[in-house]
């Protein structure tokens, strides 16, 4: 099987770092292909490479995938011994129901907490739509570690696509120096020091390339 995984800048592409963290969890053979952001030639490049213009985009042979949550669902397909879902169907269920809440939702923390690996800000201002996101994720957190977390360090015990969706929110609230309860501090710990993220954090630091109205 020949898999190529289109992304953008590691340092700021949240989306490519669920791609690729799918992609390394769940054993495929891949390759990458960086596409700069934010360039002349960027939306060119993303609508030749991806039908929605936008990154991740997984190619597997003769087959484009370009939504991170259809490449989470084809990689736990065609790669059951990964176990990229809890075997639990209650488990399972609520494992995809705040995985789409991720995929979907959590607008103005997207918007006002752009994701930047390599910076470190003190964020005095907080709007109300801001604060019921960094809410709500962090009361998923707390309430799937308590109820479906034992045995394990992640939201399911296990690590589960569940997590490679929150791992750039965990960088995010770095960050931006978002104060956190222990149990939510000691997950979004978590997901930074997986050996994955840690290759992932490293080559975003390194990078050249820089978007400036994300380094403001």
Same mark, same amino acid.
């Given at each position: ?123 005095? +201002? ?30 399911f015990g296990d690590w589960s696509i569940a ?10 609230f770095q960050t931006y120096g ?29 990078? +050249? ?8």
């Amino acid at each position: 099987m020949s898999a190529t995984l289109i992304i953008g800048n590691k340092n700021y592409s949240s989306w490519s770092l669920r791609g690729w963290l799918l992609c390394t969890r769940s054993g495929i053979e891949f390759t990458e292909r960086f596409i700069p952001l934010h360039k002349a030639d960027s939306s060119e490049a993303k609508r030749d490479n991806s039908p929605s213009g936008l990154v991740p985009a997984l190619h597997v042979e003769d087959m484009v995938i370009w939504d991170s949550l259809a490449i989470a669902e084809y990689l736990a397909e065609q790669f059951p011994a990964a176990q990229m879902w809890p075997k639990d169907v209650r488990k399972r269920a609520i494992a995809r129901s705040v995985t789409c809440e991720m995929h979907s939702g959590f607008g103005a923390l997207r918007s006002q907490m752009p994701m930047n690996i390599r910076a470190l800000y003190t964020r005095t +201002e907080m709007d109300a739509a801001l604060a019921a996101d960094i809410d709500r994720i962090t009361m998923l957190w707390r309430e799937c570690r308590a109820s479906y977390g034992k045995g394990g360090d992640f939201l399911f015990g296990d690590w589960s696509i569940a997590d490679a969706f929150f791992t750039p929110v965990a960088f995010r609230f770095q960050t931006y120096g978002i104060e956190l309860a222990a149990t939510e501090s000691a997950y979004a710990q978590m997901l930074r020091n997986t050996p994955e993220a840690q290759v992932w954090s490293a080559a975003a630091k390194s990078e +050249e390339h820089s978007i400036p109205a994300y380094d403001r």
